[in-house]
């Protein structure tokens, strides 16, 4: 089976739209065997990057992802980093959605467990007691809601499941890191977006661009995580219809010195949940800088602020007024409900 696609994917040519939809069927066939994706999954990870070959795996994930429908005329933002960083960072990204969502700007946002690091989006939102691993129906109904959705990708992408067990055992970033971050089944208009690199942060600007995302931010910080360091500069490539513009974001410039002081490192997810509740009750360090300056990203790229300024004073007023603090609670409200409908 593997022998129609490895040549192909061991030439320097770029594949076309019928030679990657190939390669993926090869991958999620359940009738296939681990070897044959092991070999696959290692030899597009050697392949050079190319935003074209990367937007068409994208497309075709997005294409077999189980959908997550918006209403007419909303525009909801998904916040996400790749994992895969130098330096494994807390879970920004997940708790920033909660700023930006309750601060008015709809959230839908795609993730999942933590592959080979200590937590990720999924783990820490079960810890906090969220149903998002076990209960579809409730994406939905917390968005309706509370115009927020945290979509798990096993439950959205089911077929490739199949793949999941070889990727931990090859215990090397793979194509679904990247994959990931690009392949949000809302179709989202807008994206702030880490990446383990500065070089693949570009990458992504355009990628997400050919998708469909409209505006976006994808950074990397110079200390090496896929998140706005409250510590080091991060360079994010910012676009808005266009090709995307280098941005360096000085975090001395934006936070206080309380917000850039302490651990930032990430923490198991009983130890992260007890975290988010401090950082939402009002809590400080550097752990609430990185959150302020991915919350104030997203809620300028969604058009909710006219500059990133504004958007750092919109989260911090969210964040201290314990709106954030509110919504977290009325979601664990009602996903005590959808979590006795899924045991």
Known sequence: MTASVLPGLLAPSPLGPDSVRTTFDRLVDPAGSDVDRAAILVALAARPAADRELALFAAEMRRRARPFPVPRGD??????????????????????ALVVASAGTSVVKHGNRSARGVCGSSDLLEALGLPVTRSLPFGGASYRRFRIAFLHAPLYHPATAVVADVRRRLGVP??????????????VPFQVVGAADVPTAAIFSRVLARLGVRRGVAMSSDDGCDEFSPRARTTAY???????RRRSFDPAAWLDSDDRRGPWGPLAPALAAEETERILAGG??????SILLTSAAALW???????????????????????????????????????????
């Open 75 to 96: 525009r909801p933002i998904d916040l996400c980093g790749s994992g895969g960083a130098i330096a494994p960072s807390f879970n920004v990204s997940t708790v920033s």
């Open 174 to 187: 793979t194509i679904f890191n990247r994959l990931g971050p690009l392949s949000n089944p809302a179709r």
């Open 238 to 244: 910012v676009w808005n219809g266009g090709a995307a």
């Open 284 to 289: 400080g360090g550097a752990r609430r800088g």
């Open 301 to 343: 790229t969604a058009g909710a602020a006219p500059t990133f300024g504004d958007g750092l004073a919109v989260a911090t007023a969210a964040l201290d007024d314990g709106r954030a603090a509110r919504l977290l609670d009325g979601l664990r409200g009602l996903g005590r409900r959808f979590a006795r409908e899924a045991s």
